[in-house]
Every structure is written in structure tokens, then in C-alpha cells.
């Protein structure tokens, strides 16, 4: 009697968990009132023994990047645009000593600028692309913008991220996909970019056959046909497909690494199948890292439970989305509490997706990264990254905030640790805390002398039921340096 109890329990525990997680509310970091005034206080942020942090430089509107010139001046490119569609004026701005800024370039209305590098006399921007398509921009310090690539597949959820130089001198950049799991959706209408581009969807690196899984969702195009519609895998809204349906693959495309050169000639496929790759960094020894932003709970194919990720990238392996978390199929697994299991939507996989070097936590939105090359900071070798931080409750329930810090990671064991975090009872931006620590770090980058560590702090967003809320004048440029 006492075994067959015991099996009763063992039984009803995930029923219960599931339950207790389905019942209670979500509680993501940016779920939280802001009045309009950033405090600033860096002894509210925790640091391992022997660091400390100082701002230096304030007041930017959706910073996401920081590089240095050949003097070790830094750069910081203010986005120009936010999710909760919030337009501005991209920029890159230099910072000088007593933190004031001078602008340098600036862009027209097609953010977000994802990042800068800098590389032989001039700064790389990757241009989002929201409204005509991603490009990547080469900015001369006089302020001369030239593009170098143009139409990227930028249209939908995610932008073109980076950029990285490569040991080859080349220009590494990541391209985002069109949605969240394949398929465009309901999602894409919330976000914006369903009503501007009905026709966008993703697009693959190469060729590849469909299982003809299709979803019937309402259709809010307006005067665009029937109430419901019926829409598949890599085609556009509204549009079904079949079973052994070939979608051909072209470059550019979604969800991929790709790198060209410096004068903008020889676009090249680097790896694909990676959901939103937004920080691209190489090791000491030249292999290349990305942090990969996963799944969301949301849209017409949601997604329960994946963490983003650091991979090494392998070149010319395909990586897994939409089919995979990491190196797991997702058919069966991975489905939101309550809704139906995922289906795979590729009929034959390209490869065996390669193992991740870490995971983070769910929901965190683990972004730009760097490594400690020099080991003049820390131990040579490791590599830092920020994390913006959750967006909940558009993105999934959380039942805690997660993110809003930076973590560094070994990567060969792929243990997480803690580096930059706010203090407190409890995680979460310092708006949610009532601090003037981090709000949502979005980049680091070593500075050249090895020395110190900057975090580009993209500043406050709070999130509720109708979207995110950004605030412009709220950025923060952080530096980390050991006593």
C-alpha cells in the first residue's frame, strides 16, 4: 500500500507543479511603474571582491553598443529604434573623458543599430532594418556613413545584430529570424510588422522540405479575405502549405551568421538555423561565439522552457531552429502547460544540430558578449555577457524576473556565474528594486588595454498586457575596472 502511495505522488507531483505554475501570475522584471527619473548609484550593484563600477556617461535613448578607436576612446550607438514601436534617431556618439558626447554619424528612420566595431581606421554598424530591410553600415570617424550590405530580411521580429571582425579581417554579422518558432502569426501583428509587410516571412539558407503543418488563426488583416486563416512554415501570412513542399533556400536568409568584407563584396553564409544570434564575439584563439536568444511563448507555434544560449559556432552546420532547442527536438517536448505538443515543421534535417556551451535562463534575453583576452581583468578566457533581461508577459509567464545583470561564463565547462547584479533581496532591474543599479545591460566590451570592462545599459522599459514601454534619456554607460 505504502509503494502504490508512493507511486501516487511520484505521479501527481508534475501535475500539481503544472498546475501551481498555470494558476499563479507572471512577475517579470519589467512588470513595474518608473517615474520618469533614473537614480544612479553604483554602490547598488554587487561585484566579486576587488571591482568596482562608475558611470561613465548618462541620459543616451536605447544605447546597444560600445567600441573603441585606435586611441581607446569609446563609441556608443544609440538604437534609433525599441520594441513597443518606439522610433528615434539611431546615432554613434564618441565619449569623452568627463562623459560628455559628441555625435558622429546618425541614421535615417530604419533602426534599431545593433552593435558597432571598429576596425581599420572605422566603425561597422549592423542597421536593424525595421522599416526597409537591414544593412551594415561602414561609419569613417568624419562621419561619412557608406552601407555595405543592403536588404537584409529585417522586416520582422528580430534585426540584423553584431557586428564582429573576424581573425580574417572580415566583417561576422547575425541575422534574426522573421518570427518566433517559423510560422508567422497573430504575434506578428502585435508587434507591428504583419500590417506593414503581409508578404514577409522567413526565409531559409538553403533548401529544404516541409511537413505541410499548417495553423488556422484569425486573419486581422483587414479587407484581406476570410475571418480564418490557414499559414504554414517559411511562407507568408495567410498562405498553407503541403507535405513534401520544397521551400528554396537563397542568401541572404534568416536565423544566420554571414560575414563579407570590409568593402562590402563576398557575402557569405557562415552557419544557420539559429533563432535571433545577436552577440557575436571570438575567443582568444579564434573560434567564434554567439549568443543565441530562444524561443517565446507566443504566436501561432508557442515554445515553453528554452533558455537562450552560448554556441561555438560551427561553419556551414545548420543549428537547429525551428525544429531543435539546442540539440533536442523539440516534437514532443517543449510544448506551453495546456496547449498542443510542437510538431516538426522540416520533413529531413541538414545535420545533427551542434550541443550549446551554455544555457541561461529562460527568458533572460542573454545578448552582447565579449571575452577577457588579456586576463588582465580576470582569469584569460572567459567571456562575459549582458542580459537585457525578460520582457514578460508578452514573451511567457516568468515567475521571477530573470536577467537584468551581467554573468560570465567558462566556456569549456559552460558554468554561469553571476558578475554584475544588483543588490537586494531579490533579482530584477533597479526600477523594479527601487535602486539606482543596472537596468537592462545590453552589450559589454573589453576596452583595448585589457583593463576594464564597459556595459552598455540600454536603460528602463517597463512591460505590461499591451507591450513593452521604453524610456527615451535613460541609458547608462557602466565601467568595470579591478582596484
Avoid at 55 to 84: I, L, R
Avoid at 191 to 204: K, M, N, T, V
Avoid at 337 to 351: H, I
Wanted: with cysteine.
Amino acid at each position: 500500500m505504502h509503494r502504490r502511495h508512493s507511486i501516487l505522488v511520484l505521479v501527481l507531483l508534475p501535475l500539481l507543479a503544472a498546475g501551481c505554475f498555470s494558476m499563479r501570475g507572471s512577475h517579470g522584471g519589467g512588470q513595474t511603474s518608473f517615474d520618469e527619473t533614473r537614480r544612479i548609484t553604483p554602490s547598488d550593484v554587487a561585484l566579486p571582491d576587488g571591482y568596482r563600477i562608475e558611470p561613465v556617461a548618462e541620459g543616451f535613448t536605447f544605447p546597444t553598443g560600445v567600441a573603441f578607436d585606435a586611441a581607446g576612446t569609446p563609441y556608443v550607438v544609440e538604437s534609433g529604434y525599441s520594441y513597443g514601436e518606439v522610433w528615434d534617431t539611431p546615432r554613434l556618439l564618441r565619449v569623452a573623458g568627463d562623459g560628455s558626447v559628441t555625435e558622429v554619424a546618425r541614421g535615417d528612420n530604419n533602426g534599431p543599430w545593433n552593435g558597432v566595431a571598429y576596425h581599420d581606421g572605422a566603425f561597422f554598424v549592423a542597421e536593424g532594418g525595421q522599416r526597409e530591410g537591414g544593412r551594415i553600415l561602414r561609419i569613417t570617424p568624419a562621419g561619412e556613413v557608406t552601407p555595405i550590405v543592403e536588404n537584409l530580411p529585417s522586416l520582422g521580429d528580430h534585426h540584423t545584430n553584431g557586428p564582429a571582425v573576424g581573425p580574417d579581417g572580415r566583417i561576422y554579422f547575425g541575422q534574426g529570424t522573421a518570427t518566433n518558432s517559423g510560422v508567422v502569426g497573430l504575434d506578428s501583428a502585435q508587434f507591428g510588422w504583419l500590417h506593414r509587410y503581409p508578404e514577409f516571412h522567413d526565409i531559409p539558407c538553403r533548401d529544404i522540405t516541409l511537413t505541410g503543418k499548417n495553423y488556422t488563426t484569425r486573419n486581422p488583416l483587414r479587407g484581406a479575405g476570410p475571418a480564418d486563416v490557414s499559414t504554414g512554415a517559411f511562407v507568408p501570412f495567410g498562405t498553407a502549405t503541403r507535405d513534401g513542399q520544397v521551400i528554396r533556400g537563397r542568401i541572404p536568409c534568416n536565423g544566420a551568421i554571414l560575414r563579407v568584407r570590409p568593402d562590402g563584396s563576398n557575402l557569405e553564409l557562415v552557419a544557420w538555423g539559429l533563432r535571433n544570434p545577436f552577440g557575436l564575439a571570438f575567443s582568444p584563439d579564434g573560434r567564434l561565439f554567439v549568443t543565441e536568444n530562444s524561443y517565446d511563448d507566443r504566436g501561432s507555434r508557442p515554445v515553453f522552457g528554452t533558455g537562450d544560449l552560448l554556441r561555438e559556432v560551427q561553419p556551414g552546420k545548420w543549428h537547429g531552429w525551428p525544429d531543435y532547442f539546442a540539440h533536442i527536438p523539440m516534437a514532443g517536448s517543449f510544448a506551453p502547460p495546456g496547449k498542443d505538443d510542437l510538431v516538426r515543421l522540416m520533413k529531413e534535417w541538414p545535420n545533427d544540430p551542434p550541443k550549446a556551451a551554455a544555457k541561461f535562463a529562460v527568458h533572460s534575453s542573454s545578448n552582447g558578449l565579449d571575452f577577457d583576452g588579456s586576463g588582465r581583468f580576470g582569469p584569460r578566457g572567459l567571456i562575459y555577457v549582458a542580459q537585457f533581461g525578460d520582457m514578460a508577459p508578452g514573451v511567457g509567464k516568468v515567475l521571477n524576473p530573470a536577467g537584468f545583470k551581467v554573468v560570465r561564463v567558462d566556456p569549456g565547462t559552460g558554468v554561469i556565474e553571476d558578475f554584475a547584479v544588483n543588490r537586494g533581496e531579490h533579482n530584477g532591474p533597479a526600477s523594479m528594486l527601487g535602486t539606482g543599479g543596472l537596468e537592462r545591460p545590453v552589450a559589454v566590451r573589453f576596452h583595448p588595454s585589457g583593463n576594464a570592462m564597459y556595459v552598455v545599459d540600454f536603460g528602463v522599459m517597463t512591460v505590461s498586457d499591451r507591450g513593452p514601454s521604453p524610456k527615451r534619456e535613460t541609458g547608462v554607460l557602466w565601467k568595470i575596472t579591478r582596484r
